[in-house]
């Protein structure tokens, strides 16, 4: 019967494409990680949005008696007035009003203003303005207490680093450098973890003690990388060595602190060093992307392009669309017409080590987002996006951050900025869409992928398959179809296409097409179940073919013999032929299978009429009706009422 595949009718970009990872799958996939490890409220649907507005009028309402007498109540309670409506904007993404109310907020009262200096510093940041930052993390710094001040002096040396003044940055993280290594314990038997990389990476069942040693080693850390950052851009790699020797002795399971310190040797010409600490890294954590890409590099650095080229190679198994892993393939073909030298000065960004400062402030942004720490990872893609507004690949991850704590329009407007020349263009439009299509913007959602198409010269499958599915949820079934067939140009041979093809043409009432599709289908994929099962169900309802019928039924439940609705199916087609004790057999078993299906208890009904038992008919007519409402058959319950006033009649 059709409905048996009904479930499968939305099909997934990956059945419709023969490549094995899209570009819009991935940005997809990454935004539902991203969704699924946000600790804060979910993506917003339009509908949430008008709900806060209103309740955003409704306390300006309950509380314009602050403004109305303000010289009678105390100054707290319109600091109170505007924090509740600065935190309304906030989460309806006005951020620059929610900014101003903050900033009034604070005017009339600054006795408990971290929570507001906080949330300051994020609009600041979000509205590009380092200065307004600094200022704020110090005014913070002169309200925490002791066991706070690390995490913002390091925010406020990666804040001097992108504002081009890293002689500064220096000199506030070689003093709490200092301090952190001397406040730490020297026992090597710390923490059986010993990363040292996040500082809220924490279990929540630890004690308060292992707690503030773990934030502690976290923090050490962060200093020593961003330390060594700096001091290797200023030519002091001997010094950045010596940090980061430091540290791994203290912590030698610290995956970053072998990477960096890596790359620090490296700069100092000792690759062997450089060699055994990447590999150090990488065994403590295997498959970090661009750990790999270094290794890769190193492999070149040493004339040993096979080797590079292998491990560019495992990058792109797991990542096709990686920036860096391409960039360096396509470098790598030049190896055999151009000599290494040659290939390394035609490619310098490639090839170039990229320690410093705001390599470990992206790493760490992309570990944070690993280990959902998404506030963390905003402020660190806000800084780097601050200090280098045309990086694409910052903007596409900030992007997806917003999106992931709820910051739907934002998210979407950020990532129309991505320009077409952009590597990440494609990754940009297809997570836009994605998340236009979870607010049912459907119509927007294909405008943003038809850009995409326009600058690709409808030559990528992947974009058209998604087309075609947003098409098709927005009910314009008619341009589902057009696309549908530029996809099958493209991909003459994939079953799948025609497929859905004929699952358009049938919500069209174009039977003639159906059968065509479905036929072009098993005769590229002759054991495709689900085809097969379709045309059989389709000659059976229609009366024809009826033993053609029968034997594409069987062939699918060869595939699938427990599949309820390829039993009902076969029933269906005995039911067309008059055999009607073989129908009941089959029908009896399916709704054994799926016991709710409006359909399938139709078909039930209907045999039992056949066969003279009233009570029987009545019984899954009824049954059948009462489950009408949940089915995608649009026409069944008018073909239920029918059949019940013709048992009436009688």
Known sequence: MLKALSERQTLPVSDLVVTSRSPFVLAAGLLLFLQGCSLLHPIDKIGEDSQSRLEHLLLKEQLSNVEESEATVPKQASATYNFLLGEFAFKNENFSEAQSLFEVALKYDESDGISIHQRLLDLYLLAGNLDKSLDIVKVLLAEVNDEQKPELLLTQSQLLSALDKKKDAQVVLEPLLEVLAQTEPTSKNQSAKSEGELAQDLPVDISLEQRQLRILEAN??????????????????????????????????????????????ERLGDMICAENKLQTALSLRPGVEFMLIDQARLCVLQEKPEKATAIVGQVLAFNPKSVAARRMLLALRDIGFLSTREVLASNPDVFANQFGWAKVTMDLALLEIEQQQMLRAERN????????????????????????????????????????????????????????????????????????????????????????????????IDAAVKT???????????????????????????????????????????????????????????????????????????????????????????????????????????????????????????????????????????????????????????????????????
Request: hydrophobic share 40%.
């Open 220 to 265: 050490r850390g962060l200093a020593s990388f961003l330390l060594s950052g700096l001091y290797a851009e200023d030519n002091k790699s001997l010094l950045a060595r010596q940090i980061l020797e430091s540290f791994v002795s203290a912590h030698p399971k610290s995956v970053l602190g072998h990477y960096y310190l890596a790359l620090v040797c």
């Open 381 to 476: 893609l806000h800084i780097l996006k601050i200090f280098n507004p045309n990086d694409w690949q910052v903007a596409y991850y900030l992007a997806s951050v917003y999106a992931a704590q709820g910051k739907t329009k934002t998210s979407i407007e950020k990532l129309k900025q991505i320009p077409s020349q952009s590597e990440y263009f494609e990754e940009s439009r297809a997570l836009a869409a994605y998340l236009l299509q979870t607010q049912e913007r459907y119509e927007e959602a294909v405008a943003l992928l038809e850009e995409v198409r326009k600058e690709k010269e409808d030559g990528n499958e992947e974009l058209l398959a998604l087309i075609v599915n947003l098409q098709r949820q927005a009910g314009d």
């Open 484 to 650: 549908l067939r530029k996809l099958i140009k493209v991909q003459p041979n994939n079953p799948r296409s025609y497929f859905l093809l004929a699952v358009l043409c049938d919500e069209l009432d174009r039977r003639d097409e159906v059968i065509t599709s479905l036929e072009r289908s098993i005769e590229i994929d002759p054991n495709y179940a689900e085809a097969l099962n379709y045309l059989g169900y389709t000659y059976a309802e229609g009366g024809e073919k009826l033993e053609r019928a029968l034997e594409l039924i069987n062939r699918a439940l060869s595939q699938d013999p427990e599949n309820g609705y390829f039993i009902d199916s076969l029933g269906w087609a005995y039911f067309r032929m008059g055999r009607y004790d073989d129908a009941l057999r089959e029908m009896l078993r399916a709704v054994g299978k799926t016991p709710n299906d409006a359909v399938i208890l139709e078909h039930l009904g209907m045999t039992y009429m056949k066969l003279g038992d009233e009570a029987n008919a009545l019984l899954y007519l009824d049954k059948a009706l009462a489950n009408a409402p949940e089915s995608e058959d649009e026409k069944v319950e008018e073909r239920i009422k029918e059949a019940l006033k013709q048992m009436e009649k009688k």
